[in-house]
């Protein structure tokens, strides 16, 4: 079923094999570009380039795709995780727990809202925050957890959720990462209070540069993004309201999309399941040939929980001795990685000054010297794979070039 999608080009020195690059979507913008030129030319003809019809129809259509009932569009993933968090009311003394191992922008977002982040480890299966030590973070000053749901599956949200309910507690799911992933046929950011997407380039669903939206089921908090992102501004008015639910007199923000952005999602989503698809067969291929390969300590897993859960693979990440050397090979053999993420949260420079130390979160250390991400998109060919996994086999066998 699976066809080599890449013509091999013609080489001057045919001992050497096509590099294989961590990322690209120049196939799936050619199939795509019909589609993303239409919305792009009725936005020529109507004239107006941000926060426009483009945008309202791409609201409506990832409401149709995940069943939130509101999505509001806004220019990052990053700000879509502030303003959903300041609009859940959390705001300065307050304290949100946050994985020790994510993106730096799940527990910036949180110093942005004016709160602190509070740090977890994770479950090394999953790489997502683990509800027991999340549990030992809870302060009375904590407000919220934030789950990330990180590469292929959702953290564990039926004890997640349980801790929340337990502590009055929101649940803001950083789940940039995770369009597609469902519980139960729920899709991720509506678990809890509300949630994010990242439309960044190398997302399962990417732009052609940043742009991100809220979920969420909840009106309330809905409104109160789409007021944050404009300058606080209701409607057409110019009253620049202040004093909204716990923000204490804090001031909206430029958070728009443009309808370029907008043109190229609305484009690219009718695909979208496609290319998940597509996502899990490469996936698949990559475990098959990788099993077994000495060196490598592991290989992605979905855990088993009471309720079933849709994993999507955002990324291929796996655990490998001497990471730092494997990756060293590959670059030489033309073959790109990425190392998400090579710093746990708690030891970056930025959170210094909330004194935690090496050895505060095993697991999150661990998964940050030892995890590597292979190249992966859905334009990668089945020979692709077969060439990375052969140059991953001969660094751990010796018989490396
Ligand atoms: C990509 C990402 C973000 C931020 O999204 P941007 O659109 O790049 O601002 C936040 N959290 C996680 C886990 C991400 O992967």
Known sequence: MISPTRSTAESTEPESDPP??????????????????????????????????????????????????????VNSGTDA??????????????????????????????????????????????????PASAEA???????????????????????????????????????????????????????????????????????????????????????QVAILRHHGRMGRTVDHIAGISNLSGASGTNSKMDDIQASVLLGKLPRLDDAIARRAELAAAYTELLTGVPGILRLPTVAVREVPADPVFYVYVIEAERRDALVEHLTREGIGTETYYPTPLHLQPCFAELGYRRGDFPHAEAACERTVALPFHPDLGLDDIQRVCEAVRRFYTGAAS
């Open 137 to 223: 973070a809870v302060t009375p000053r904590t407000r919220a957890v934030m789950p990330v749901h990180l590469f292929w599956q959702l953290a564990d949200m039926g004890a997640l959720g349980a801790l929340a309910e337990r502590h009055g507690l929101k649940v803001v799911e950083d789940s940039a990462e995770a369009i597609g992933m469902r519980r139960d046929g729920r899709h991720a950011g509506l678990l809890g209070d509300g949630g994010v997407l990242s439309f960044f380039p190398t997302k399962t669903l990417g732009a052609l540069g940043d742009a991100g939206a809220v979920l969420t089921d909840d009106p309330e908090i809905a409104e």
């Open 20 to 73: 294989v690059p961590f990322f690209t979507q120049a196939e799936t913008f050619d199939n795509c570009w019909p589609d993303i030129k239409q919305h792009l030319n009725e936005m020529f003809d109507r004239g107006k380039y941000s926060h426009g019809r483009q945008v309202a129809e791409l609201e409506k259509a990832l409401s149709e795709y995940t069943g939130a009932r509101h999505v509001v569009a």
């Open 81 to 130: 995780l502030v303003l959903l968090l300041r609009a859940c009311g959390v705001g300065p003394g307050d304290e949100v727990v946050v994985p020790a191992f994510s993106f730096v922008a799940s527990a910036s977002s949180v110093a942005l809202a004016r709160a602190t982040p509070a740090f977890a480890d994770i479950d090394p299966e999953t790489y997502a925050m683990d």
